[in-house]
């Protein structure tokens, strides 16, 4: 589903990633993990085209992307949940469902405000109100739902967890385990162990724009050494 190989990136005269390659296979929850400032978000927006990859390649489903604007890379079934969720405050959750409405790809079912209420109950409930009216972890909700309505074939959360209390945490897992099971491919970049253990297949460890540890979740655990080198504060 995407192809990652040797990427690049700069910010003015910083070098912030360093030849960072992976794959996120169809179906299939990868995760982005290491300490704040290790290019996590980084890798997302150069996936994304948000950030211009110095070098290097980024194919989805076989179609070479890097270097294109971000609206045709999104165009072609990448979603994009940004860290800032970045809601529309004055719209009600039903219009910042339609700002993202795109028609479905041939093949897979159309996302509506009714499958999402389905996904996220607490949205279901309060679609007539205001953006700026909800919680944090509700406008998270809301930012995936809004991406989910351009009928994505790959999402990248950007921090998803972030600022939510655990109960709203545990309920995001749950979400994210639903879009796998519905064959939705999902990217994360996380700092936070517990949550990309509850939904991620594989690990990748990055650690000063490189990636220094890649495997299954199960055995990034299991791993002791590589946890306390790359990921303890």
Do not use: C
């Not at 169809?26 to 400032?37: D, F, H, P, Q, T």
């Amino acid at each position: 589903m995407l192809e990652v190989s040797a990427l690049h990136a700069h910010y003015g005269r910083a070098h912030i990633l360093h030849g960072v390659s992976f794959a996120a296979r169809e179906g299939e929850v990868v995760a982005l993990l290491g300490r704040n400032g290790a290019g996590k978000s980084t890798t997302m927006k150069a996936v994304m085209g948000l950030v211009r990859p110095s070098s290097g390649s980024v194919r989805f489903r076989g179609e070479e992307v890097a270097g294109r604007e971000p609206f045709a890379i999104a165009r072609r079934g990448l979603g994009y949940v940004p860290e800032e969720r970045r809601i529309f405050s004055e719209l009600t959750v039903a219009e910042n469902l339609e700002v993202g409405r795109r028609p479905a790809p041939a093949g897979l079912a159309s996302w509506t405000p009714a499958r999402i209420a389905a996904l996220f109950p607490s949205l279901g409930a309060m679609m007539a109100r205001p953006g700026g009216r909800m919680s944090g972890g509700e406008q998270q909700m809301l930012t995936i739902a809004r991406t989910l309505m351009g009928n994505p074939r790959l999402i990248l959360l950007d921090e998803p967890s972030e600022g939510l209390a655990p109960v709203i945490v545990e309920r995001m897992a749950d979400a994210i385990l639903q879009l796998k099971r519905e064959g939705l491919t999902v990217l994360i970049s996380e700092q936070n162990l517990h949550f990309a253990r509850l939904v991620s297949d594989r690990a990748l460890v990055l650690e000063k724009g490189a990636i220094r540890w890649e495997g299954t979740m199960q055995a990034l655990m299991a791993d002791e050494a590589a946890r306390a080198a790359y990921l303890t504060v």
